[in-house]
């Protein structure tokens, strides 16, 4: 697709329709002429977004290759081959084989955010050319065309308003308001926000109301839809820190391979032994040092920890974002539909001298209606029924007949419905009563609206709009002795009520009435005030609690909104977010570029709480100044504005139920459930998955190093091999990998979310795990070669004392498990042995060793035989010694750090 010409104008919003209109030399009646289409085509080309490469499956198969553990394994092949050790390569080829299957069809998802886009293109418009009406594909349209727009149509490109009659567009996906945005005419500041932009109409949004006309002012990546689709392309996918941790593990290990082949060849070459024997002990060596399971028990950990959480509606794409969760000490969540449920809702009605509280439906069906605490009958309450009726009367919105708490326009108008239903008040009853005569639509300048309704004069007069403007219009106002006069005392009372609900962060409406004599009255000339509605777009019933949680954990949680920052401010608030009285928002046009920052600007961006009018821009800086303070980020969203942050972020979360397509394709996890709540059982289940990693891996280097010390000091003192290159393979993938597995599936400890988080460069083993490391391979060492030497004092060959130094290995590593349990857990009862995996774990290796001993092609195969009463004798008491030096040091220990 051939680069796109930028539009002729930078911010058609400031600029006049007469001067849009005359730049491209088009006629608003007659639009573009055929001639003048394919000149725009060419210079513009088609009104498409560009395609995304898609991720060919053989590059999924080749990232499941690049680890360099993996690339040891087959640099460990390629050896054993080389010298005719085919048992030796088959084994380990066989091990990089299923690993990378495994992940391979685990992780096999295509990249479909751009594809996703695309599917917003495929709609038609109404465009006028050559002097008459057409219906067209939307891929055809340019700038210039006069596009005719009403009610439920899909906007196709970005488009200048020139005429608007009641017309209104669901922004939502592009800047994450909740209310959809009323349309005009006039121009308006060069600087305007995006959300501001009240004479423009963006490709991907759609129209909820009213109709217009509008010209093409920008198609395809031009649009700001464009600009997101390439924000999408060009964000980069974070590495997730495990693979980062097992990266730095590879190195290490690979440093220390080479190191002790170096010196066992220099060491064999001064004391002139074979080459022969050098190169096969070089390949025990590396054998030894690699953990050939831990690749495998890591990806299967993962996996079973991605079904774990799919079990509690968190759908992972990626096997190694399991693991990344348990990181996260940022969660930047937008609020629409993410922290609020994208739904009107009024909560009570403001009359003068008494308010109105009133609930939510209950199971029943039911809601009520309470003054100071008492419930009171909405219909019988002269006051409230008239504020309900006028509600119903001024309003283009209806209810679906199988469910009367959802319906279709706006969700303002649909929450006064809903209001009426909780009455018990029937709001089709009320239209035929007083069927609409005429109807003054709402103007975005006034703020108001009105309607006439009635069989004949005099007329019912039913109005609603911004509470500023009506009480401007209103000369009486109802109270609970009728209607009186509205002096400057009342309108001193009714600006202070208002206030006050605004600092709650209510969206305030006032309602008015009036009798007409005649059609042709002004509907706004003394108006009887009568109160006001309270209406919130409600937070999630369970979102504080969450929060808590995540604040609990030590995640910050930061609310990044296209919303108004008073409304955020006010929600963060409610939410225990931020303190009531909390009002330091940072707005979008303030926000600068990350890589400008000072030092003062990020330590204060990174303390905010709350961020408002934020561009999608901006989002991926936030994330970036997150991320460079060392945090691992989760970003949060549902719509097409959030689709490059989800994809910048360490982790991004996409909502399932309202979320679009977009934003569930760039992200990393995908709430079934729309609940933030499961992102805190998501972060839980990622802490848990760590842990047991690093359990897991301490466990099996613990056993290789064990396995590299026992050929190490046998090569030294020119001693017989007292284990086989073979013998160690079968360990490093039976005995060694079963155990490890069992690790992977533990539960994890309680207490798991009362910690803070992980830094985010903290490797899987610290210093002291590393220390842990070593102590428990000397242990193990020490048992293996003491049993080894014994079996020869005790008189048996070297292929018995083989089979007593391998066998009390195994048997010392399979108990060695239990020095896996926590410091400070029961000796008994911890997440060891109350894992039943583990002991599965243990009867399953415990017989396929008895099988390579006793089934005569596995011990020819393995050069084993049979140890004899005594040797076995020998074998069990050598392998328990590193298990009851383990759990007196775990012991010992939980006592220190009880005291």
């Known amino acids: ?63 499941q290759v690049k680890s360099l553990i993996v690339i040891l394994l087959a640099a460990t092949a390629v050896l054993s081959f080389a010298f005719s050790e085919w048992l030796d390569g088959i084994a380990i080829a066989c091990v990089i084989i299923v690993n990378t299957a495994i992940g391979f069809f685990m992780e096999l998802k295509a990249v479909r955010s751009m594809e996703a886009l695309h599917q917003m293109e495929r709609v038609t418009a109404k465009v006028r050319r050559n002097g008459r009406l057409m219906e067209i594909s939307a891929r055809q349209l340019v700038p210039g065309d006069i596009v005719v727009l009403e009610g439920g149509d899909i906007v196709s490109a970005d488009l200048r308003v020139l005429d608007a009659a009641k017309l209104q567009a669901d922004e939502s996906v592009l800047t994450g308001e909740s209310m959809p945005v009323s349309k005009q005419v006039e121009a308006i500041e060069a600087d305007a926000s995006l959300g501001d932009r009240t004479n423009m109409l963006y490709k991907g949004t759609s129209i909820t109301r009213g109709s217009g006309e509008a010209v093409v002012t920008a198609t395809g990546m031009a649009t700001e839809l464009g600009k997101i689709s390439d924000l999408v392309q060009t964000a980069t996918d974070e590495v997730t820190p495990l693979e980062k941790r097992l990266d730095k593990l590879g190195k290490n290990l690979l440093w220390v391979t080479l190191v002790l082949i170096v010196i066992i060849a220099l060491t064999g070459i001064v004391r002139g032994k074979d080459v022969i024997l050098m190169i096969e002990t070089a390949i025990a060596l590396a054998v030894a040092a690699i953990p050939e399971g831990l690749p495998i028990v890591a990806t299967l ?419 017989p091999m007292p284990i086989l290159p073979l013998q160690i393979l079968f360990l490093n993938l039976v005995t060694d990998v079963f155990p490890a597995l069992a690790l992977g599936f533990g539960k994890g400890n309680p207490g798991m979310m009362e910690v803070p988080p992980r830094p985010s460069d903290q490797p899987v083993l610290t210093k002291r795990g590393w220390g842990a490391t070593m102590v428990y391979g000397l242990m193990l060492t020490v048992s293996v070669l003491g049993a080894f030497a014994i079996a020869f004092k005790m008189g048996m060959d070297q292929q018995q004392a083989v089979t007593v130094s391998f066998l009390t290995l195994a048997f010392a590593q399979l108990w060695h498990i239990f020095n896996m349990r926590s410091i400070g857990t029961h000796l008994f009862k911890n997440e060891i042995t109350q894992n039943p995996f583990v002991w599965a774990a243990l009867a399953l290796c415990s017989v396929l060793l008895l099988v390579v001993v006793y089934v005569p092609l596995a011990a020819k195969v393995l050069e084993l035989t049979d140890p004899g009463l005594a040797g076995w004798v020998l074998i069990l008491t050598a392998s328990f010694i590193p298990c009851i030096v383990g759990q007196v040091f775990k012991s010992v220990a939980g006592k220190k750090k009880d005291d």
């Open 1 to 63: 697709m051939k680069e796109q010409k930028e539009p002729i104008f930078t911010n058609p919003w400031s600029n006049p329709t007469e001067e849009i209109l005359q730049q491209y030399d088009v006629s608003r009646r007659d639009g573009l002429t055929a001639s003048q289409v394919k000149k725009q085509l060419h210079q513009y080309g088609p009104n498409r977004l560009r395609e995304a490469k898609k991720k060919d499956p053989w590059v999924i198969l080749l990232d």
């Open 301 to 719: 950990a993962l996996a079973r920890g991605m079904m774990r959480m799919a079990r509690r509606n968190a759908m992972v794409n990626e096997l190694a974002a399991v693991e990344t969760l348990g990181g996260v000490g940022v969660i930047c969540t937008d609020k629409t539909g993410t922290l609020t449920e994208n739904k009107m809702t009024v909560t009570g009605l403001i009359l003068s001298g008494e308010d109105v509280q009133v609930s939510a439906f209950d199971e029943d069906g039911k809601a009520e209606f309470c003054v100071d605490d008492k419930t009171i009958d909405p219909i019988r309450h002269e006051r409230v029924q008239k504020a309900l009726e006028v509600g119903v009367l001024c309003n283009n919105a209806s209810l679906n007949p199988d469910d009367l708490t959802t319906g279709i326009g706006d969700p303002l108008e649909i929450a006064l419905l809903v209001l009426a239903q909780k009455a018990g008040m029937d709001y089709n009853d009320i239209n035929q009563q007083y069927p609409e005569q005429q109807e003054d639509a709402f103007d975005s300048d006034s703020k108001r609206m009105a309607t006439f309704n009635g069989n004949a004069s005099p007329y019912r007069v039913a109005v609603k709009g911004a509470m500023e403007t009506i009480l401007a219009d209103s000369t009486t106002v109802l109270t609970d002795s009728g209607s009186v006069a509205m002096d400057q005392e009342q309108k001193a009372y009714w600006l202070e009520r208002n206030l006050e609900l605004a600092k709650k962060g209510y969206r305030v409406l006032a309602l008015a009435a009036k009798q007409a004599a005649s059609l042709d009255d002004d509907p706004y000339s003394e108006l009887e005030f009568v109160g006001l509605v309270c209406i919130e777009d409600p937070a999630r019933a369970d979102i504080r609690e969450s929060i808590q949680a995540c604040q609990d954990a030590g995640i910050q949680v930061v609310m990044v909104t296209g919303d108004h920052p008073k409304t955020a401010a006010s929600i963060a608030g409610s939410i225990g977010l931020t303190d009531p009285e909390w009002d330091n928002v940072i707005v979008g046009k303030d926000i600068q570029p990350e890589e400008v920052l000072s030092g003062v600007q990020r330590q204060r961006y990174q303390q905010t709480p709350v961020f408002a009018r934020v561009s999608p821009k901006q989002k991926l800086d936030l994330i970036a100044v997150h991320q460079k303070a060392g945090s691992v980020v989760a970003m949060t969203g549902d719509g097409v504005n959030d689709a490059p942050a989800l994809k910048k972020a360490d982790i991004g979360i996409a909502m399932g139920l309202r979320g679009t397509q977009v934003a569930r394709e760039a992200a990393d996890m995908v709430l079934k459930d729309d609940a933030f709540s499961t992102i805190v059982v998501a972060v839980e289940q990622g802490r848990v998955i760590f842990e047991n990693i690093r359990k897991f891996v301490i466990f099996l280097l613990s056993c290789n190093i064990s396995e590299v010390m026992v050929v190490f000091a046998a090569s030294i003192v020119n001693a």
